[in-house]
C-alpha cells in the first residue's frame, strides 16, 4: 500500500465519521427544539384538522402557540395554562374556532358595538349562515383577561343550560374573542334603570328570578366539578327574544378595586359577600348572597351599588311592625304585584344576605321556593302553608299565611 492509497483510505473514513457526527447533532438539535416547543404529529394533526357543525366552520390554520401577536398576557400563564394554551384548548373544548377574517366580517369591522364591559367591548355579530352572535373581544392590555379568556373557552366548552348564556366559538387570531348565542333584549340591569325600557311587570321578575336561579343551581349541583359564578349582577343576566333569563361571564369575573389586603378580590362591590371579603374564601353561599342582592334589585328597581341593603334594612325594621316587604317594591310596577309572592320572595332574598352564611339557603333550595311561588301562576291556583326545606343541614320555614299546599321535600 502506498501513501496515496493510505491517504485516500484515511481522508475517506475521517470524512464517513465527520457526516455521521454532522448528521447525528442535526438529529438532537431537531429532537430537542420540537421537545422544547411540544409539537408533536398529533397536534399537527389537531391544528390542521377543519371542523364543522350546522352553522359554523372551525379553521385550524395555524399552530395555536404562534398565534395571536396582540395579546401580552399569554406569558404570566401558569404551567398548567400555558400547556392547555399548546394543546388541549385547540381539541378538547370542543367549541368551534373562528378566524380574525371571519369574525371582522361578522361584525362589519368590529363597528356594531352593543355594550362594554371590564372584559372588553361587545360586537353584535351576523355569521355566514345568518344566526345572530355577540363577539366578546378581549382588551388588548388585559392580563387578567387572558387568563379568564382560558377559563371562560374551558368551562363553557362543556356546560350546557337553558339559562346560560352559552358559548358557541371563539378564535384566538389577533386578540382573544368569544362568542355567545346573541340575547336580543339585552341585560336585566337595562330593563330595571332604562326609562326606554317598559317597566318589568311582577310575573316577568319572577320568572327571570327562577331563570337565574336555575342557571345556578346548574353551576354549582349540575357541573362537574362544581363552577363558582363569582360574579352575579343585573348587567351579567341577559334576556332572550321571549324575555327568558340566562346567566353570563362564568370565569370572568374581574377584579374589583377594594384591595385592602395584599390579594385581591374579585366580584362587584354591592354585591359582595361580606364573609369572602374578610376570610378572602369564596364560596357557594357568597354566589348565594350576590343571587340574595339581586333578588331584592328585582323586587326594589335599586342598584346594589347604590345603597340597597341600607334600605333593605329599613324594610326589615319596618318589618318587625308586620307592615311587609311591600314598602320596598319597586314604583314602577304601580302597586301591581301579589303581596303574598312578594313577601315570600323577598323573605327568601333576606336569608340569601344573611352575614352568616351558614345560614343563607343552598341554590337548590332557592329554586324549590321560587318555582313553589310561581306555581299556582301556571296551573289552577293552588294555595299552600308553612313549608319547610331541608338539606345540606339547614332547615329554612316559609310562612305562607293563607295558602296550602303540602309540605316539600328537596329534589
Ligand atoms: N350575548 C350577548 N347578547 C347580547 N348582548 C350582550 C351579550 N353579551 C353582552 N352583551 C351586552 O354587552 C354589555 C357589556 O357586557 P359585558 O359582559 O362586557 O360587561 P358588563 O357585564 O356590563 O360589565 P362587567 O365587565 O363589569 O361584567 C352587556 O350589558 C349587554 O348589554
Ligand atoms: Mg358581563
Not at 287 to 314: A, H, K, T
Not at 341 to 370: F, H, Q, T, W
Amino acid at each position: 500500500m502506498n501513501e496515496l492509497q493510505l491517504g485516500l483510505i484515511v481522508g475517506f473514513c475521517v470524512g464517513v465519521i465527520g457526516g455521521l457526527g454532522l448528521a447525528i447533532s442535526i438529529k438532537f438539535s431537531i429532537m430537542c427544539i420540537r421537545k422544547h416547543f411540544g409539537v408533536t404529529d398529533t397536534e399537527k394533526q389537531d391544528a390542521l384538522e377543519t371542523k364543522t357543525n350546522s352553522c359554523t366552520r372551525s379553521s385550524y390554520s395555524a399552530n395555536v402557540g404562534n398565534n395571536s401577536p396582540r395579546t401580552s398576557g399569554w406569558s404570566n400563564l401558569p404551567e398548567w395554562l400555558e400547556g392547555l394554551k399548546r394543546k388541549s384548548i385547540s381539541s378538547a373544548c370542543g367549541i368551534p374556532k373562528y378566524t380574525y377574517k371571519e369574525l371582522q366580517k361578522a361584525t362589519c369591522n368590529f363597528t356594531t358595538i352593543i355594550g362594554e364591559g371590564a372584559f372588553g367591548r361587545v360586537y353584535k355579530a351576523q355569521m355566514a349562515c345568518g344566526r345572530l352572535v355577540a363577539v366578546k373581544v378581549l382588551a388588548t392590555n388585559s392580563k387578567q383577561g387572558a387568563m379568564e379568556f382560558l377559563t371562560e373557552v374551558l368551562l363553557l366548552g362543556r356546560l350546557h343550560h337553558k339559562n346560560l348564556v352559552n358559548l358557541v366559538g371563539y378564535s384566538t387570531e389577533k386578540g382573544h374573542m368569544l362568542v355567545y348565542v346573541y340575547m336580543s333584549n339585552g341585560s336585566l340591569a337595562s330593563h330595571l334603570y332604562n326609562e326606554k325600557n317598559d317597566p318589568l311587570s311582577w310575573d316577568l321578575r319572577v320568572q327571570i328570578a327562577l331563570d337565574v336561579a336555575r342557571g345556578l343551581e346548574y353551576l354549582h349541583y349540575g357541573a362537574f366539578p362544581p363552577i363558582l359564578h363569582r360574579d352575579i349582577k343585573s348587567s351579567n343576566i341577559l334576556l332572550d327574544e321571549s324575555m327568558r333569563a340566562r346567566v353570563s361571564d362564568f370565569g370572568l369575573s374581574r377584579q374589583e378595586t377594594i384591595n385592602s389586603q395584599s390579594f385581591k378580590i374579585k366580584g362587584t362591590f354591592g354585591y359582595l359577600d361580606p364573609e369572602y371579603m374578610s376570610t378572602r374564601t369564596f364560596t357557594k353561599k357568597s354566589d348565594v348572597y350576590s343571587f340574595g342582592m339581586l333578588l331584592f334589585e328585582i323586587i326594589s328597581g335599586r342598584n346594589p351599588q347604590q345603597g340597597l341593603m341600607e334600605y333593605v334594612e329599613l324594610g326589615a325594621i319596618d318589618l318587625e311592625g308586620n307592615i311587609g316587604w311591600g314598602e320596598i317594591a319597586d314604583s314602577r310596577l304601580s302597586g301591581k304585584f301579589d303581596p303574598h309572592e312578594l313577601n315570600n320572595i323577598a323573605s327568601l332574598a333576606y336569608k340569601c344576605v344573611s352575614p352568616d352564611s351558614g345560614k343563607r339557603p343552598s341554590m337548590r333550595e332557592v329554586v324549590l321556593v321560587l318555582s313553589q311561588t310561581q306555581r299556582p301562576r301556571n296551573c289552577s291556583r293552588q294555595h299552600w302553608q308553612n313549608f319547610s326545606i331541608k338539606s345540606e343541614g339547614s332547615c329554612f320555614e316559609l310562612d305562607l299565611s293563607g295558602t296550602q299546599e303540602p309540605p316539600l321535600t328537596e329534589r
